[in-house]
């Protein structure tokens, strides 16, 4: 794999596209290990003992049954989640990518009930979710969806 410069590629309608694919992708998986397994027994990284516990020394009170978005996207919540991500920088890969996550844990993925994050804010926020019980009843309410298959080249 070669090394691309971020900068030079401005907003490739390609790369943005790609991007989109492997965004619901990630979405779709997750939603299907939600609706197969029990939540509580999910393992989503080897560090997910150290996120969580980090998460919530540093987040105690984060709402993570429905998110706010201002909680995760204005000026002064950057500000209290940036230390919190580059904590990750070394300890999970990709731990800035954009990711898609559930704004109510209790529905699917869906254009009003996803947000944008970074993959360690999945993590943290997932991984509370497992942990809590909130993703609990999505076993009940939903069953895995076959997924698409992939084209051949």
């Known amino acids: 794999m070669s090394s691309v410069d ?3 590629l401005g907003n490739d309608q390609t790369m943005e596209q790609l991007w989109a694919m492997k965004a619901m992708e990630h979405a ?5 290990l939600l ?25 105690p009170d984060f709402n993570i049954e429905k998110l706010v ?3 995760l996207k204005d000026k002064e919540a950057k500000e209290k989640w940036r ?13 800035s990518f954009a990711t898609l996550v559930r704004i109510d844990s209790q529905q699917d993925y869906s254009e009003d009930n996803t947000i944008l994050v970074t ?35």
């Open 28 to 32: 779709e998986i997750h939603f299907n």
């Open 35 to 59: 609706c197969a397994v029990d939540p509580r027994l999910l393992k989503l990284t080897p560090k997910d003992d150290l996120i969580y516990n980090t998460f919530r020394k540093q987040f």
């Open 119 to 153: 993959r360690i804010q999945f993590f943290a926020i997932e991984i509370g979710r497992n942990r809590e019980g909130y993703n609990d009843s999505i076993r009940t309410k939903y069953k895995p969806k076959p997924r698409a298959k992939k084209v051949q080249k």
């Open 69 to 71: 978005e201002k909680d």
């Open 6 to 8: 971020a900068d030079g």
């Open 83 to 95: 230390p919190f991500c580059k904590e990750f920088e070394h300890e999970i890969e990709d731990y």
